[in-house]
């Protein structure tokens, strides 16, 4: 007998689910025509036992009919759901199962419910017509078995992963993984495993549709390994959960233990311990009504709250802002007007103006001590000692200081606060800094209030109106703590290089004191009374191994420095300082005196060289006055004339109203050409060219007008302009001078480039009230109101 042979009389019969014989068959006469019987979302392997449920009315006539003859059909996947009615051979697959009906019983409902039992997979090779069901020409298959060691290497692992899957479904009796253990055909042990596991119809119809028993072993290894990695995460989530549980039952347990054993021995829980602290603190903190009120609100509600929810951590951490304010702490003020100016000239040199304002405010205070504090803005260039202003002023005034950088601030809730409902809510810097100094009248700088931005997420600017408003302040409403907090008795004080940036609502609630540039006289007292001394000692000298003579500080002023404040002077100085250090650490020298001949030693070439005598020695030049955020600076102005006609060219990257200041004064010299003997036909021989150096630095306003028409005037006379002269002022049509902003600077630029002469506008005569009086002095200035009066200052030699 051959091997196939022996296989087929081995499947002459099966065994029931229950170990009984079933109906015997052959599998050398199986019909080749068999009734077709759909199935949704299911599949049958041969030998296994498939129960189902029959509705249709031409799939129960098939029932009956197999009933009648062999009980043998055929069971084909169907693509089509289960409520869609397969009309088309073309929905079914083309690999099929024989299937003998062990069992069939017909229900009051119409419906038949069999078991079935799997015979022999088969091909359909065609359809044959003629009856209401399903009928075809099939073509059965054996299964291609090998007798090698990947196949039981196969059926090893299959075997172990199956086994894992039953011990991790509840619904699988343990007695099936020994039965797969049993089995020694790979392919029907990878039916058995296909049929048991949960997958879909389409996969097992790829392992039915597979002869090569190995190769179906592999796609099952697929299947199991996919069924046992969603049965181990469950199972681990199941654990997971089942801890969680567990674990807050054993606390909840061991909690109301805990409770029970302090009642007993009379002690009070830590919840209890700490609500009673934060009555004490409302009782005691001096909190207005409507704070009070809403304290014991929340104290109400935490006192109901378990101590491990995150509402309870919430509620507290609002408490302890709540009752660690300073509703009612203050700080003394030094009333003593002497001993305040004292305080302020140690520290400052100059800085006339704003220290008269904060003795004024003392004075008042003296006289009248319920007085609302002042919203002071200090504008001016950097370095001009703004923000150390306002810490002098609190300690002459005895008060706590604290200070906020704006610059950059773009979200509202910096200012107001986050509403409680947002995670890891925070009340503004404004009320954080008021708890953080402990006082309700501290000096409280705004920072760089002019750098305040805006985005999606609010306008600062807007939320600083009622912070820096003295009608309102006095129940400032912060988003945190929804209650209102009297800043009335804060000095408030802002600091901005610049005003235009500041929003005009906001700027009309300050006090602006402008705080001009340091002369040269002043640089070099607060070098020698500040500057110098501090970088000894942070440089670890001490103060007779270095000093400096006046030359040399007024050479480093002049050569090193171009700024209206003490920054860059201070550098320079430090530079110095750390060079001479070097020295005395190297043991090279013990001291040293820094002469003006020395500087260079140190801080290399003279950065900066006067330009004026160079610039201004031939005619089509002159020289104009400018303003920028950090003071003022000189602007030279340069007309050329070449061959062409009627073109004039601007550059030096000119802004609009530059470039209609120099039209205009074009305009002015053609119209009054005869006037001051130009040719009247000049601009039809020749193109105009002007130009204002330091290219890369954009440039624009009206007050280069004057300038710009000397300029222009000097070179189509072929004249020179006055040697040290400068000039600023707008000029019209008409050959009228307006006059311009930024005198203050402007004055003490030309003051530090040395600098003897200046025209100014008529108008701007009330502008030198602020000038130091040693700067009016060593100027001339001259008040123009027409352009023909510039004409005949600038070139009268």
């Not at 069939?104 to 065609?126: C, P, W, Y």
């Not at 003394?332 to 004024?360: F, M, Q, S, T």
């Not at 950090?630 to 530059?658: H, N, P, R, Y």
Request: include cysteine; hydrophobic fraction near 35%.
């Amino acid at each position: 007998m051959d091997a196939k042979e022996s296989s087929r009389k081995k499947k002459k019969g099966l065994l029931m689910p229950d170990g009984k014989p079933s109906l015997e068959y052959d599998t050398d006469n199986l019909p080749t025509d068999l009734p077709v019987l759909p199935l949704y979302d299911a599949a049958l392997f041969p030998k296994m036992v498939l129960p189902l449920v029959v509705m249709q009315g031409d799939s129960l006539k098939l029932v009956d009919e197999a009933m009648s003859s062999n009980r043998i059909i055929g069971l084909v996947v169907s693509k089509k759901k289960e409520n869609v009615k397969t009309e088309a051979s073309d929905d079914l697959a083309k690999t099929g199962c024989s299937a003998l009906i062990l069992k069939m019983a017909k229900g009051e409902d119409n419906r038949a419910q069999m078991l079935v039992q799997g015979l022999s997979r088969f091909h359909i090779k065609r359809f044959i017509e003629g009856k209401p069901y399903f009928k075809a020409e099939v073509e059965y298959f054996e299964d291609i078995e090998h007798d090698n060691d990947e196949t039981s290497a196969l059926k090893a692992n299959i075997i172990k992963q199956f086994s894992r899957i039953v011990e991790l479904s509840p619904g699988l009796p343990p007695e099936i993984s020994q039965m797969a253990s049993s089995i020694k055909e790979p392919g029907t042990l990878a039916d058995m495993i296909s049929s048991t596991i949960n997958s879909t119809s389409q996969e097992k119809q790829k392992v039915l549709e597979e002869p090569d028993a190995a190769k179906r072993l592999k796609l099952v290894t697929k299947m199991v390994n996919h069924q046992l990695n969603i049965l181990e995460l469950g199972n681990k989530i199941q654990s997971q959960v089942k801890g969680d549980m567990d674990k807050r039952q054993r606390e909840y347990y061991l909690r109301q233990q805990l409770k029970a054993i302090k009642e007993e021995l009379g002690e009070t829980d830590e919840g209890t311990v700490e609500i009673e602290e934060y009555r004490a603190k409302i009782n005691k903190g001096g909190l207005p009504e409507e704070a009070v009120k809403e304290a014991k609100r929340e104290l109400d509600r935490l006192s109901k709250m378990h101590p491990s929810s995150a509402e309870y951590t919430v509620t507290s951490t609002y408490l302890d802002w709540l009752t660690e304010l300073p509703w009612n702490e203050t700080s003394k003020d030094n009333l003593d007007i002497k001993k305040a100016r004292k305080v302020l000239d140690d520290d400052h040199y100059g800085l006339e103006k704003p220290k008269r304002r904060i003795i004024e405010y003392l004075a008042v205070r003296k006289l009248k001590p319920d007085s609302k504090g002042p919203i002071l803005c200090f504008a001016g260039p950097p370095g001009t000692g703004k923000t150390s202003l306002g810490s002098s002023i609190a300690r002459a005034l005895g008060r706590k200081f604290h200070r906020i950088s704006l610059g950059g601030v773009r979200d509202e809730a910096e200012i107001r606060g986050h509403r409680r409902t947002y995670v890891g809510a925070l009340p503004g810097r404004v009320i954080q800094g008021i708890r953080r100094v402990g006082s309700r009248n501290p000096v409280f700088m705004l920072d760089e209030i002019d750098k305040v931005g805006s985005d999606f997420r609010g306008d600062p600017s807007s939320a600083l109106l009622e912070v820096l408003d003295p009608e309102q302040n006095y129940s400032f409403s912060d988003h945190y703590l929804d209650v209102p907090f009297d800043l009335s008795s804060v000095m408030f004080i802002c600091t901005a290089n610049v005003l235009d940036t500041i929003p005009s609502a906001l700027r009309d609630r300050m006090e602006v004191i402008q705080l001009l540039g340091y002369t040269e006289d002043e640089k070099v007292k607060i070098a020698q009374r500040y500057l110098i001394p501090r970088q000894r000692k942070q440089n670890g000298l001490k103060s007779n191994q270095v000093t400096f003579n006046v030359g040399s500080i007024r050479g480093i002023i002049a050569g090193y420095t171009r700024e209206a404040g003490l920054r860059n002077l201070e550098r320079e100085i430090a530079s110095i300082c750390r060079g001479v250090a070097t020295k005395v650490a190297e043991e090279t020298i013990k001291k040293q005196s820094i002469k003006l001949d020395d500087v260079a030693e140190y801080l290399g070439p003279v950065k900066f060289t006067s330009e004026v005598k160079a610039r201004m020695s031939t005619p089509g030049v002159a020289m104009g006055l400018a303003w920028t955020p950090v003071g003022g600076d000189l602007l030279f102005i340069e007309a050329t004339a070449m061959k062409g006609g009627k073109k004039l060219t601007l550059t030096g990257q000119l802004g609009d109203v530059m470039k209609e200041s120099a039209s205009a004064a074009l305009s002015f010299i053609r119209t009054h050409a005869k006037q001051m003997d130009i040719d009247e036909d000049f601009f039809e021989t020749q193109d105009i060219h002007v130009h204002v150096p330091a290219g890369a630095i954009p440039k624009d306003g009206p007050s280069a007008g004057v300038t710009i028409l000397t300029a222009l005037v000097s070179l189509l006379t072929n004249r020179r302009i006055r040697k040290n002269l400068a000039m600023t002022g707008e000029i019209t049509l008409r050959g009228r001078v307006l006059p311009v902003g930024g005198i203050k600077e402007k004055i003490l630029a030309a003051h530090r480039a040395g600098i003897k002469s200046i025209i100014l506008c008529k108008l701007n005569e009330k502008d030198l009230m602020d000038i130091p009086e040693k700067v009016k002095k060593e100027l001339k200035f001259y008040f123009v109101e027409k352009m023909m009066d510039v004409i005949k200052i600038a070139f009268d030699t």
